[in-house]
């Protein structure tokens, strides 16, 4: 059975950075392409950013610059890092696994991230 855990999340201050991590368990995971996801509040969820097993990433066009995705096989773990955040970036963070782009799942529990003064 396949398993994804999101760490990481918590309150920052805008401007700050966080870093969140997903581990997954139960999968050939040097295999899979893995995504971030987010879902604000009263939002629907939207891709963040996602990465190949050979490494290619790609983000939403509105967070170029700020986020960063990376994985580290060794670890079965994908990571968000995430940089100059601002009140919009508030919402629960979920990663998933994804096959052609789209989720394949099955999702973690999310991580919350607030960013608040």
């Known amino acids: 059975q396949v398993q994804l855990v999101e760490s990481g999340g918590g309150l920052v201050q805008p401007g700050g950075s966080l870093t969140l991590s997903c581990v997954v368990r139960g999968s050939i995971f040097s295999l899979d392409a893995m995504g971030w996801y987010r879902q604000g509040p009263g939002k629907g969820r939207e891709l963040v950013a996602s990465?190949?097993?050979?490494?290619?990433?790609n983000y939403v066009d509105s967070l170029k610059g700020r986020f960063t995705i990376s994985r580290d096989n060794a670890k079965n773990t994908v990571y968000l890092q995430m940089n100059s955040l601002k009140p919009e970036d508030t919402a629960v963070y979920y990663c998933t696994r994804l096959i052609r782009g789209l989720p394949f799942g099955p999702w973690g529990q999310g991580t919350q991230v607030t960013v608040s003064s």
């Open positions: 990465i190949t097993s050979g490494l290619s990433t």
